[in-house]
């Protein structure tokens, strides 16, 4: 038997016809880029996480990147995040000129602990970066007081945490500004990359939107002259004033989420729910299954309704534990094998290993199993028996 840690084939063997009706029509309409499904799904998703505006990108290291450039932070500036998470939420950091600062997670949650962020606050800090990390939700209520005491912003980095939700609703995830990533394993994945801004500030929303087609129209005209006024100076009567795309104010990307991508994201978000509770069903059984063993699972904590995009479990033996359900035919990996204080493209910030004792014990101790809405039960069975057994040999 051959599982995989993640499976997107079933997910489309199932709902074929919506997905490839949806793409034939984008193909059949000749518009590619921009237009009525990326505008529909752009109101759909925030909708549905409950947010006000949602403003469509390439993919989720865009929506990080646009996100810090639409608050104004830029080179000497701080932001506070995790190093338990991808790569690409410390990357957007530096990618902006500014500093990551690596705090440690909370060893229940695994997401960012909230002592360790407010300890970590300095004059140079501009905003607090959390990861709800595998689905799950950081303590959103802490956070905000810390931001509003601090006067900084939330940037949510939630490309794992689609569909979560925090005190009964998933709009409680949210931050300042959150950011989405639809890479085809996630929660609600595309065909392809794929990302999405979500803010409730309209003056955000719309630099988000100038800036991810080159700062160009009149979006970007009108950001720049909003900054030229909150900086008291007078707009230069020189620059040339027009709102097609060949007017450019500021210097922007080229990140946008394709008509192709959106119809197929609109299709897969009227079944995200059901996706959603599918996860949630096996991370049951599988807690239930492994309640008297030595794994430690995941932790729902009260106030949250985990998503599970990864159903990671604990184990002081888990490189061998992990060798052989690969032998045995089961998929799983580690989420993530280097932590991000210790990757050689933050090594000048100084970090050395023992920093983030947390963090770095999970890279030893935990590994993913599949937990995907389309698995069987008869494969989710064989898992939880393989683990069994395994553990009873060692």
């Known amino acids: 038997m051959k599982i995989q840690l993640m499976n997107v084939q079933r997910q489309h063997e199932e709902y074929a016809k919506e997905y490839e009706d949806a793409v034939l029509n984008v193909l059949r309409s000749g518009c590619y880029i921009g237009g009525e499904e990326v505008d529909a799904f752009e109101r759909e998703f925030a909708e549905y996480q409950g947010a006000r505006y949602g403003i469509s990108c390439g993919n989720g290291t865009d929506a990080l990147i646009l996100a810090l450039r639409a608050l104004g932070i830029g080179r000497g500036d701080e932001v506070i995040t995790v190093s338990w998470t991808f790569f690409a939420t410390a990357e957007s950091i530096a990618a902006v000129g500014a500093v990551p600062v690596f705090v440690d997670v909370d060893p229940v949650t695994y997401c960012m602990d909230t002592n ?197 479990l604990k184990h002081p033996k888990a490189d061998v534990i992990k060798k052989q359900l690969i032998e045995d035919g089961v998929s799983c990996g580690t989420y993530y094998p280097v932590p991000l204080h210790l990757q050689g493209a933050f090594a000048e910030l100084g970090y050395q290993e023992g920093d983030l004792p947390i963090t770095e014990e999970l890279v030893r101790t935990t590994f993913a199993i599949p937990v995907f809405p389309e698995l069987r039960d008869e494969e989710r069975e064989y898992v939880i028996d393989r683990l069994i057994r395994i553990e009873k040999a060692l």
């Not at 900086?231 to 020189?238: C, G, N, Y």
């Open 116 to 312: 360790l962020a407010e300890a970590a606050i300095t004059r140079k800090t501009k905003a607090l970066l959390p990861v709800h990390f595998y689905g799950n939700c950081t303590n959103m209520e802490a956070l905000r007081d810390i931001a509003h005491r601090y006067h900084i912003k939330i940037i949510a980095d939630c490309a794992q945490s689609a569909g979560t939700r925090y005190k009964g609703e998933r709009r409680k995830t949210l931050g300042d500004v959150s950011c989405f990533s639809f890479f085809p394993t996630k929660n609600l994945g595309g065909a392809g990359d794929g990302g999405m801004i979500l803010t409730d500030d309209e003056r955000i929303a719309q630099t988000c939107r100038a800036l991810k087609i080159h700062g160009a129209g009149k979006n970007g005209l009108d950001v720049l002259r909003q900054q030229y006024q909150m900086e008291k100076k007078v707009f230069p009567s020189h620059i040339p004033v027009g709102e097609s795309k060949y007017y450019n104010y500021l210097v922007g990307y080229n990140s946008r989420l394709d008509a192709v991508q959106a119809a197929i994201l609109r299709k897969k978000l009227k079944h995200m729910e059901m996706f959603v509770s599918g996860r949630r069903r096996n991370a049951r059984i599988y807690q239930k299954a492994l309640k008297d063993t030595g794994y430690l699972t995941p932790v729902e904590e009260l106030d949250t309704d985990h998503s599970y995009y990864i159903y990671a």
